[in-house]
C-alpha cells in the first residue's frame, strides 16, 4: 500500500511559468518531507525539505507547501527554466531514526 | 558535491552468475541504504546499516546481501543472479543525526538476462 503518492506521472510546462508538483500521503506520523530531483543516469539529489511544524519552506526558486489536515504537500518552482527538467520524488520520513519512504515521482519537462 | 561511488554503472549478465555490486562514499557518514528502482516506480529501501557491523533488512523484500567491514564501504552481493533482478541499484549515504538528508551514487542498472 503506497504512503507517499504522487498521481501525475508527468507535467509539461512552459520556460518561465511556474511548476507544481504534488504530492499526497496517507501516515499522518510522518514528521518530515523532502523532495528529491533526478537527472537520468544519475542518482537522485535532495533539493528541499519541510517540517511538519511548518508550512512552508522557501529556498531561492523552491517552495515547498505543506497542508497537515489534507496530507498533501506541493512543490512551486518560480519561474521554471530548462534545466529543471528532471523526475522529482517526494519523499516522507517518520521519527528521527525512521527511513525515507518515496513517491513513484513526476517527470517535469519544462519546453524553452 | 558528494562524494558517493558506485561501480559498475551498467551490468549485463547471465541468469545464475554471482554479482557484487560496489559503493564507496569518502563522507565519513555512518548511515548507507541500498534502494532499488524499476522505471516510474518508487525507490525502495532494500538494506540498511547504521554504521560497521550493523546491516538491516529495508522495507521490500531481497534476495540479495550486504556487508558493512568498513566504514566507508557498502556492497551488495547477488548469489545467484535472475532476470526478476533486473533494476536500479541506488547506494545512498547520510550523517546519522541527518538521516533524512541522503547523497546518493549514480546507480548500477543491472540486466539479467
Known amino acids: 500500500d503506497q504512503q507517499v503518492k504522487q498521481n501525475s506521472p508527468s507535467l509539461s510546462v512552459q520556460e518561465g511559468r511556474i511548476s507544481i508538483l504534488n504530492c499526497d500521503y496517507t501516515n499522518s506520523m510522518f514528521d518530515y518531507f523532502l523532495w528529491y530531483k533526478k537527472y537520468p543516469a544519475e542518482g537522485p539529489t535532495f533539493l528541499i525539505s519541510i517540517s511538519s511544524i511548518k508550512d512552508k519552506n522557501e529556498d531561492g526558486r523552491f517552495t515547498v507547501f505543506l497542508n497537515k489536515s489534507a496530507k498533501h504537500l506541493s512543490l512551486h518552482i518560480v519561474p521554471s527554466q530548462p534545466g529543471d527538467s528532471a523526475v522529482y520524488f517526494c519523499?516522507?520520513?517518520?521519527?528521527?531514526?525512521?527511513?525515507?519512504?518515496f513517491g513513484k515521482g513526476t517527470k517535469l519537462s519544462v519546453k524553452p | 558535491e558528494a562524494d558517493i561511488y558506485q561501480t559498475p554503472r551498467y551490468l549485463v549478465i547471465g541468469t545464475g552468475k554471482k554479482i557484487t555490486l560496489e559503493c564507496s562514499q569518502t563522507m565519513g557518514h555512518d548511515k548507507m541504504y541500498w534502494y532499488q528502482q524499476d522505471p516510474g516506480m518508487e525507490l525502495h529501501l532494500i538494506h540498511y546499516s547504521y554504521g560497521v557491523n550493523s546491516t538491516e533488512k529495508g522495507d521490500l523484500s531481497s534476495e540479495s546481501t550486504v556487508s558493512r567491514i568498513r566504514t566507508e564501504h557498502f556492497p551488495l552481493t547477488l548469489e545467484s543472479a535472475r532476470p526478476s533482478h533486473t533494476s536500479q541499484y541506488l547506494c545512498a549515504s547520510s550523517l546519522a543525526q541527518f538521516n533524512e538528508k541522503l547523497f546518493f551514487g549514480s546507480g548500477t542498472q543491472l540486466s539479467v538476462l
Open positions: 519523499a516522507a520520513r517518520r521519527g528521527s531514526q525512521g527511513n525515507l519512504i
